[in-house]
């Protein structure tokens, strides 16, 4: 299967008799009648099994591998690519190879470079490496096909799919041919092979696959021999894999005694996306020597796409290792402010308290600081500001935080202040357009500031990446602060600190308050009954938006796509989220520009000196 960029992959350990091709193609051949996905990658050797040993001299064994392979080709039922082992014989000479076909068609065949020849292994007693042989042949006879041979890409016609192949030790040298094959182009490495099973070797292999699968900036699929091979000596374990750009999509469980296949959904966009953006990627690119051969290949696309896995909804926030992943966090940003505090000599902190999440946030760590520098909370100023828009309950909560805490506290009313401005400029104070929203929070802004000047202090910013993404904030308000402790992270993962410093670092008291912000209505509170999901939509639907614009580089037709896939919503919900979100993304980064200085957390940020290098005036309407 393929469809807008995706492209799903199996890697598939069969059942097999050693030294019996006919037994072992019949069951490659009822596996594929039932495989869904456009590129399946069978072990190394599997025609024959890996451990034939001397069987490999013998003529009877290679004229019933080239049989069989014969009947694969015929018999095919599938559609997409077949990559599987067998030993290929060159001038009475034997290479242990792959070969990639599709349907009837050889498209080309790879030899094994690395042979393994210590310990267990002892693979040159059979085969050669393939390293001399490809400098002076590039083509070979086989089954009455002229077959392209060497190092080769595989790669559609528009360059959207390309792969290459490797095979088992290829991918343990210093410098594997894979690794070359994605300095080549190459977006995905298939590797057949025959690793073997002792204690504690699955995760050395696990982590130098998905390492792999990092330094190529790629995806790697790779394809193990099972339980049938001989036990001889060693036991094989099946241990398929299937990673890309340093995650692991899947593997196998150990040991299973019937023919196994796992899946994988590789995102091709995200694969082109990190290369552009990674630069020793790119320097690296044309450093190495390495003779390759290019093979076109077809695939359709399927518009009845289905991915193997949902995707996670909220995925800023941990899913494992969730205590681990929030003492991480919580660690980056209170050493962040930490430093900053250290470095101006600050002797109070200024939080503006709403009774809202972001605010929340930003006292708590603002208490852990303290509580770290030896400073007494009572030097950390939290300060209500209610004005036309306050609710009793925002209220009420931000004041139960500031007692609980032990921080001072402050009380400003600016509605007369406001009103005042309003008099000022001449506005009726009646009609609740974007000027009364924004003097309220420039009013807010400025007492904060001047606080801060008078009690020799730092105000800390609250807002978080979710709303600098989306604009949702008033430039030279709440947008500016002197330090922006959350503007590293979204709101899906702004509460999920939250709880967690609920559950792991405060009190009963605290908890309680905390559990009544996160159930409360996320709103700026500038005009009366004003929640902000009526208006923007939902934070789950606008961070996974941001997720996949920042991290795979998704077009905006793309996400919506995704979006349908992921969420309860309909396609013209879907198109009409992504539209807004990219209105107000692309139109806002004038605030993203003259943001304060603030920590990065995440593996992406907002940040204008850091991540995303945007200018203000980017216009990206469609003209129809």
């Not at 069969?14 to 009822?30: A, F, H, I």
């Not at 696309?301 to 995707?311: G, I, L, N, Q």
């Not at 009190?507 to 309680?512: F, R, S, V």
């Amino acid at each position: 299967m393929y469809y807008n960029d995706f492209i799903k992959v199996a890697s598939v350990t069969p059942k097999l008799e050693v030294g019996n091709p006919t037994y072992n193609v019949s069951e490659m051949l009822d596996i594929l009648k039932n495989i869904r996905s456009s590129i399946a990658v069978f072990p190394e050797l599997g025609v024959t099994a890996y451990t034939c040993n001397d069987l490999f001299f013998q003529h009877g064994l290679l004229e019933e591998t080239e049989q069989q392979i014969a009947r694969l080709l015929k018999e095919n039922p599938y559609e997409g690519i077949i990559v599987f082992g067998a030993p290929l014989e060159i001038d009475g000479i034997l290479y242990n190879s792959a070969f990639i076909a599709q349907k009837d068609k050889l498209l080309g065949i790879v030899p094994k470079f690395y042979l393994p020849n210590t310990q267990e292994f002892y693979e040159k007693r059979w085969f050669t490496s393939g390293y001399d042989i490809v400098k002076k042949v590039k083509m070979i006879r086989f089954l009455d096909q002229i077959v392209p041979f060497g190092s080769i890409i595989f790669k559609t016609e528009d360059g959207r799919v390309s792969f290459g192949v490797e095979i088992c030790e290829d991918m343990w040298a210093p410098i594997s041919p894979g690794n070359l094959l994605a300095l080549s182009g190459a977006k995905m490495i298939l590797n057949l092979s025959a690793s073997n099973e002792y204690l504690y070797k699955r995760a050395i292999r696990r982590r130098t696959i998905i390492e792999h699968s990092r330094r190529n900036a790629g995806a790697y699929v790779y394809s193990s021999a099972g339980v049938n091979e001989s036990t001889s000596e060693t036991v094989f374990s099946g241990h398929n894999v299937i990673a890309q750009n340093g995650d692991l999509i899947i593997e196998t469980e150990n040991f299973s005694q019937e023919s196994e296949a796992i899946y994988g959904d590789i995102d091709l966009s995200k694969i082109s996306f990190s290369r552009k953006m990674n630069s020793s990627f790119r320097d690296t690119l044309n450093k190495f020597e390495f003779d390759t051969v290019t093979v076109e290949l077809h695939l359709d696309e399927s518009d009845d796409y289905h991915f193997e896995t949902a995707f996670d909804q909220t995925p800023f926030v941990p899913k494992k290792d969730e205590i681990e992943a929030f003492e991480k966090i919580a660690n980056l940003q209170e050493n962040a402010l930490i430093k900053r505090m250290k470095h101006i000599q600050a002797k109070s902190i200024i939080v503006g308290v709403s009774g809202g999440l972001d605010s929340t946030l930003a006292l708590l760590i603002a208490s852990r600081v303290a509580d770290q520098l030896g400073m007494d909370r009572k030097n950390i100023i939290g300060v209500t500001m209610p004005a036309f828009g306050t609710t009793k309950q925002t209220l009420s909560q931000a004041k139960a935080l500031i007692e609980h805490l032990g921080v001072s506290m402050r009380e400003i009313d600016i509605r007369n202040h406001v009103n005042d401005h309003f008099d000022l400029i001449g506005h009726d104070k009646v009609t609740t357009d974007k000027t009364y929203e924004n003097t309220q929070a420039r009013a807010r802004t400025m007492i904060l500031m001047n606080l801060a000047n008078l009690k020799d202090g730092i105000v800390l910013g609250t807002g978080d990446m979710s709303e600098l993404a989306l604009g949702w904030c008033t430039y030279n308000g709440d947008q500016m602060s002197m330090y922006g402790i959350n503007a590293g992270i979204p709101k899906t993962l702004v509460r999920f600190m939250m709880a967690h410093y609920a559950e792991e670092k405060f009190g009963a008291n605290i908890e309680n308050v905390i559990h009544d912000v996160l159930d409360t209505p996320i709103s700026p509170e500038l005009v009366l009954n004003q929640i902000t999901e009526e208006v923007i939509g939902k934070y789950e639907v606008n961070d996974f938006i941001l997720h996949r614009f920042l991290r795979f580089g998704d077009t905006e037709k793309r996400i919506a796509w995704l979006l349908c896939k992921t969420f309860d919503l309909s396609e013209d919900e879907c198109n009409n989220y992504v539209k807004n979100f990219f209105k107000r993304f692309y139109s806002q980064q004038f605030k993203r520009q003259a943001t304060p200085d603030a920590p990065k957390i995440l593996d992406v940020s907002l940040s204008p000196r850091g991540d995303l290098r945007m200018p203000s005036d980017v216009n990206k309407t469609k003209k129809h």
